[in-house]
């Protein structure tokens, strides 16, 4: 088996794309892993895991799943090779993969999982950011010009927020740090 062309495959495909190509959807965000029902069986409650950051899934019922060529040789009846050729096929990708090519797929995956590192560390930064900032209170809210300045602070924190998008690397997760502890800084003097 080509081990290139799976490596190329799970490059491009994540576990939550592979499931709803069969009509099973997860989740792209919350917890990890995230459960839900099994379409290998008949489930009442959720048993299958997905783990978004090992791409696998996993279902404690029936006791079936794995990666995204195992998960689909589950959704074909098949074996992996037919798995590898159907993703192959939809993707438009070769069997013959010349190592320059296998080596740079390598380094993509390797750079996506690192993008996926450092924007999860921005989040993890972001929620403590918040830890210990006093919320709104009812006799808050009542104090117009409090209730400005809670306003002006969460409302800069949301904009803030949506630069986690922009982190890719060392370099852009230290701005966005240091965006979130001038932030802190400011949101403590106003509160």
């Given at each position: 088996?080509?081990?290139?062309?799976?490596?190329?495959?799970?490059?491009r495909l994540?576990?939550e794309?592979?499931l709803?190509?069969?009509?099973?959807g997860?989740?792209?965000?919350?917890?990890?892993?995230?459960m839900?029902?099994?379409?290998?069986?008949?489930?009442?409650?959720?048993?299958l895991?997905?783990?978004?950051?090992?791409?696998?899934?996993?279902?404690?019922?029936?006791?079936?799943?794995?990666?995204?060529?195992?998960?689909?040789?589950?959704?074909?009846?098949?074996?992996i090779r037919?798995?590898v050729?159907?993703w192959a096929?939809?993707?438009?990708?070769?069997?013959?993969?010349p190592?320059?090519?296998?080596?740079?797929?390598?380094e993509?995956?390797r750079?996506?999982?690192?993008e996926?590192?450092?924007?999860?560390?921005?989040q993890?930064?972001?929620r403590?950011?918040?830890?210990?900032?006093?919320?709104?209170?009812?006799?808050?809210?009542?104090?117009?010009e409090?209730?400005?300045r809670?306003?002006?602070?969460?409302?800069?924190k949301r904009?803030?927020?949506?630069?986690i998008?922009?982190?890719?690397?060392?370099?852009?997760y230290?701005?966005?740090?240091?965006?979130?502890?001038?932030?802190?800084?400011?949101?403590?003097?106003?509160?």
């Amino acid at each position: 088996m080509n081990d290139g062309l799976i490596a190329e495959i799970k490059a491009r495909l994540t576990i939550e794309e592979a499931l709803s190509h069969f009509g099973v959807g997860a989740p792209s965000r919350g917890r990890d892993p995230v459960m839900i029902r099994c379409p290998w069986h008949q489930d009442r409650s959720p048993s299958l895991a997905v783990y978004r950051r090992q791409g696998r899934a996993w279902c404690y019922g029936c006791r079936q799943g794995g990666d995204i060529m195992d998960v689909t040789a589950l959704f074909l009846r098949a074996d992996i090779r037919e798995a590898v050729n159907y993703w192959a096929e939809r993707l438009g990708l070769s069997r013959d993969m010349p190592p320059s090519r296998r080596r740079e797929l390598e380094e993509e995956r390797r750079r996506k999982l690192e993008e996926r590192k450092y924007r999860a560390a921005a989040q993890r930064a972001s929620r403590a950011a918040e830890a210990g900032l006093p919320r709104p209170r009812p006799e808050d809210l009542e104090d117009p010009e409090r209730r400005a300045r809670m306003h002006a602070v969460w409302a800069k924190k949301r904009r803030l927020d949506r630069g986690i998008d922009w982190v890719y690397d060392r370099e852009t997760y230290r701005c966005f740090a240091s965006g979130l502890a001038a932030w802190k800084n400011w949101a403590l003097e106003t509160l």
